[in-house]
Structure formats: C-alpha cells, structure tokens
C-alpha cells in the first residue's frame, strides 16, 4: 500500500466514525455529562430534603438541653437532622427587637415549618400567612387575631400553650404561702413582651384579694436584673414573683444567685430554675413541652395541616420545691405544699 493508500484508509476511519481516538474523544465526552448531571442530581435531591426554620428568643446555651427534646419529638415522627431533615437556627439573644428581622429570613428562605418559641411566634405570624407555625408560647400568642381558637386554630398557626398569663397570679399565691408574713411582694417582669401589662393586671387583682402589695420591677437587660434585685429591699418586699419569661429563662443562674444573695425568696415558671438552686417552680415541664413541638413540626411535614391541629395545653403543671434553699432562707415549708409537690429537692 502506497503512502497515499494509508492516508486514504485512515480518512476511511475517519468518515466512518471508527476511529479509536474518536471513541476515546466520545466516551470522554460522555463521562464529562455524567459527571456533571451527578452533582446536579445530587444537588436537588438536597433540596428537596424538608427544611424547617427553628427561632428562638434566646441563645443556644442556654436553652441546650430543649433543643434537644425538640429533636426527639422530630424523631418520634421520623426526622432526624442531618439524615432527613435541615434546621435552619436563628437567635435573638435576648433582644425581642430582632425577631421580626429573624422571621423575615426563615420566611425568604422558603422554609417548610417555623418552629417559634416565646415572643417569636408573633414575629413569624406578622410575616407569613401561608407557610406553617408552630409555636409555644403564651398569653401574647394565643391573645391575637393570629388564633381562631384552641381546638380548632384555623389558619397557619398552631403549638403549644405555656399558660404564662393565667399562673403567674397561682405562682403569687403559692410564694404567699411559702412566706405567710409577707405584706409586699415584688413581680418582675420584662417591659418588651407584649402581654407584660395584661400579666401584670392580672398578678395584682390577685394580691388584692389577699392583701398583698405588689410592686413592679422590670428587666430586660443583665444589668437592669441586677438593679432590679437591688431595688426589692428598698422596696421592703419579703418575697419575689419572677414572670414567665423566655429571657429570664436563659438567665436563670443569674437570678437564683441574685435571690441567694440578697437573701429573697423567689418563685419560678419552670423546674430548671430549682434545679440551679431557686426557691420553688410551678409550671409545665419545659423538655416535654419542647418535644410536642418537635412532634408538631413532624405531623405537619407528614401532612398535617396546622389549621386542624389543636393548640394543647400542659398535661401536668409541676410543682417543684428545694429544702436546702428553703433551709438557707429560714423557710418552713408548710406540709400541705410538700405534700402537693411533684418534686422536693434536699
């Protein structure tokens, strides 16, 4: 075969498209596609893993051992984070102010659910009406228009109910007893929840039936908790009422140190306030309440609509009471009151 004779034949090759170098060229080019629909499919079966938007009024530390509960009750209903499921987490430290700027985040993200605890849920509310809410909270949430009613919530909001507004008046009647002699009581409260002056109204007509003083004190910084303790001896008061409160909360080994060292005995809304040291807590149990939203948060992911899941109340109110700081203080505690306790710490 000539010179020309090989170029002919490889030409050949070449038209029929036998070549082996194009074989190569077009399984090179084949593998390229692949790799590159690889990750696009892998990028949107990411996507289309549940995200859910988890805002809280506090800070992550503080309400560690909840979040995890909350986890629980998404694993009750077989979500597991990281597997399944995206929690999109968002913190306001403290500072009520940011909750609208937090929600409209979660909301511009386009998340599945909004779980939002304490003055956050009102925040999500005012900024969607349409994605799913499930809230646990108080008086504040449950007095808007954002609630239909309890059984049957209506709408893009539903949770759990803390009862802040309606034991806060109980809590004064218990540290009453605790301390009979006491003729002033001091409520603190923090002036930036919305329901604080409708709770405040309601723990001072109940003084009046007992002929108890109660005078106000307000919080909502580290430092004005401190001067607030500070005030009580000026203000003569025996015994103090700390509101339900998700920043007094997070501050809650701020305060029962305050209260040991100002020699002051102080009620609480949840047991891990007794359990760093405080007087007495009577309330829901807060781990279980924090995991009936995990739960709600999955029922809705599986279908639930938020409209037709009603708003629940605690099953159980704890009463939770600590001898050795009762002991520290000079306290008696009355038998009936031990007696009623779900838990007596010694």
């Excluded at 509960?69 to 499921?85: H, I, K, P, W």
């Excluded at 386009?110 to 799913?132: F, N, R």
């Excluded at 923090?190 to 919080?219: D, Y």
Aim: hydrophobic share 45%; proline share 6%; with cysteine.
């Amino acid at each position: 075969m000539t010179a020309r004779d090989d170029c002919s034949a490889d030409h050949n090759v070449l038209e029929g498209g036998r070549h082996p170098h194009m074989r190569r060229r077009g399984f090179l080019t084949a593998l390229g596609s692949a790799a590159v629909a690889w990750p696009m499919t892998a990028l949107a079966q990411q996507k289309a893993m549940p995200v859910i938007g988890f805002l809280n009024s506090t800070s992550p530390g503080s309400v560690a051992p909840f979040v995890i509960a909350f986890r629980q009750g998404l694993s009750d209903n077989g979500y597991v984070e990281g597997q399944n499921l995206t929690i999109e987490y968002r913190w306001a430290e403290g500072r009520y102010d940011r909750l609208p700027a937090l929600a409209a985040d979660l909301i511009g993200r386009k998340v599945d659910v909004i779980a939002a605890m304490g003055p956050g849920a009102l925040a999500a509310k005012s900024g969607t009406s349409t994605i799913p809410i499930v809230f646990l909270g108080g008086g504040d949430v449950l007095g808007t228009e954002a609630i239909g009613s309890i059984g049957r919530p209506g709408g893009n909001v539903t949770g759990m109910s803390i009862m802040t507004t309606e034991l806060d008046p109980k809590r004064l009647d218990l540290l009453a007893d605790l301390v009979p002699q006491a003729r002033v009581i001091a409520l603190l409260t923090n002036p930036t929840r919305t329901n604080a002056e409708s709770m405040t109204q309601e723990v001072q007509e109940g003084a009046r039936t007992k002929g108890v003083q109660v005078p106000i004190l307000k919080a909502a910084t580290e430092g004005e908790i401190d001067a607030a303790f500070a005030a009580v001896g000026q203000l003569h008061a025996s015994a103090l009422v700390v509101a339900a409160d998700p920043f007094f909360t997070s501050k809650r080994e701020q305060l029962v140190a305050l209260a040991a060292r100002f020699a002051i005995p102080a009620i609480y809304q949840w047991r891990e306030f007794v359990l760093a040291g405080g007087l007495v807590s009577y309330g829901p149990n807060l781990p279980r309440m924090y995991r009936e939203i995990g739960a709600y948060v999955g029922k809705i992911l599986n279908g639930a609509k938020p409209a037709e899941l009603p708003i629940e109340q605690p099953p159980i109110l704890e009463l939770v009471i600590n001898l050795k700081t009762a002991s520290a203080l000079g306290l008696t505690v009355p038998q009936y009151l031990l007696a009623r306790a779900d838990e007596v710490i010694e």
